[in-house]
T-cell receptor
């Protein structure tokens, strides 16, 4: 079974509008972390935002926020006021056993969503 | 700039050859991770080292090996290369023990096997 599912292969958004990128995850571990990374066409992986399984509030970092619904096992990324430079591939990733456990640091990634921002 | 460096940026070689990819983690980070990104497999975890010792192993082929040196830089060795090994190889580092243990990625090494 897929541990991280990103169901949107591609998304389009108009500049200055908000967009939501979907991510659902599957784990039986009570302690885990969810991460979003951005991969522009140049190839590097850029960390955007983190949400811990015990965090009471949704994470926010500038124009990025995470809509964390624990019961539904979803961690959707919301990008507000889209910019042309936001066009990239976006990956959702999970680390299980965040506070101990034997999975250590392994990140499991989804297949990614390609976001295109139109002017 | 994440602070993680990888060399070389590009590598083109032939089947059957052996290559070494190098990674220097962010200052202060003890953990180094290697990932492979290919079109068919996506992003896959290969191996993790923590302060010189292997800590976790993922989908790493027996033809591949890695090590972390006392100065904390790491090398990924790929031998008997096959066409299917062509991929983008990332190194990441983290402080392992920080609250979020966020992994910061290097720019990657793009390996092309001809």
């Amino acid at each position: 079974a897929q541990k991280i599912t990103q169901t949107q292969p591609g998304m389009f958004v108009q500049e200055k509008e908000a967009v939501t990128l979907d991510c659902t995850y599957d784990t039986s571990d009570p302690s885990y972390g969810l991460f979003w990374y951005k991969q522009p066409s140049s190839g590097e992986m850029i960390f955007l935002i983190y949400q811990g399984s015990y965090d009471q509030q949704n994470a926010t970092e500038g124009r990025y926020s995470l809509n964390f619904q624990k019961a539904r096992k979803s961690a959707n990324l919301v990008i507000s006021a889209s910019q042309l430079g936001d066009s990239a591939m976006y990956f959702c990733a999970m680390r299980e056993g965040l506070h101990g456990g034997t999975s250590y640091g392994k990140l499991t990634f989804g297949q990614g969503t390609i976001l295109t921002v139109h002017p | 700039d994440s602070g993680v460096t990888q060399t070389p940026k590009h590598l083109i070689t032939a089947t059957g050859q052996r290559v070494t990819l190098r990674c220097s983690p962010r200052s202060g980070d003890l953990s180094v991770y290697w990932y492979q990104q290919s079109l068919d497999q996506g992003l896959q975890f290969l191996i993790q080292y923590y302060n010189g010792e292997e800590r976790a192993k993922g989908n790493i082929l027996e033809r591949f090996s890695a090590q972390q040196f006392p100065d904390l830089h790491s090398e990924l060795n790929l031998s008997s290369l096959e066409l299917g090994d062509s991929a983008l190889y990332f190194c990441a580092s983290s402080d392992e023990g920080g609250q979020t243990d966020t992994q910061y990625f290097g720019p990657g090494t793009r390996l092309t096997v001809l």
